[in-house]
């Protein structure tokens, strides 16, 4: 199976920047809408953003991170991109990558729920330090 790999990730002042990268093996990476989620110490996996296989439509969460992070990809590179901005002490987590199933609309009822998730990162860690 192909594997998605997340780098990018460490520790962080508050207030700075970081863009994680998320690396897709397989050749047929570029059909997949992409999603990121991070979850935080002792707490449940959480959505943050999504992008459609062309990257023509993205979607984000409605919570403290929107308007702080921008999702991206390079199907030539078969990479997806989360640029994050004014990183805050709760934004520590480890921050995951995965591939949406195929075939499933992209809406905020598909993209923000983990289980429609087919294929997942390992995780890259962002501590962020006051």
């Known amino acids: 199976q192909a594997l998605l790999v997340e780098s990018g990730g460490g520790l962080v002042q508050d207030g700075d920047s970081l863009r994680l990268s998320c690396a897709d093996s397989g050749r047929s990476g570029t059909t997949f809408a992409m999603g990121w989620f991070r979850q935080a110490p002792g707490k449940g996996r959480e959505f943050v953003a999504a992008i459609s296989w062309n990257g023509a439509d993205t979607y984000y969460a409605d919570s403290m991170m929107k308007g702080r992070v921008t999702i991206s990809r390079d199907n030539a590179e078969n990479t997806v991109y989360l640029q994050m901005f004014g990183l805050r002490t709760e934004d520590t987590a480890y921050y995951y990558c995965?591939?949406?199933?195929?075939?499933?609309?992209?809406?905020?009822?598909?993209?923000?729920?983990?289980?429609?998730?087919?294929?997942w990162g390992q995780g890259t860690p962002v501590p962020v330090s006051s």
């Open positions: 995965a591939a949406l199933s195929p075939g499933l609309p992209l809406t905020p009822a598909t993209m923000t729920h983990e289980y429609h998730y087919v294929r």
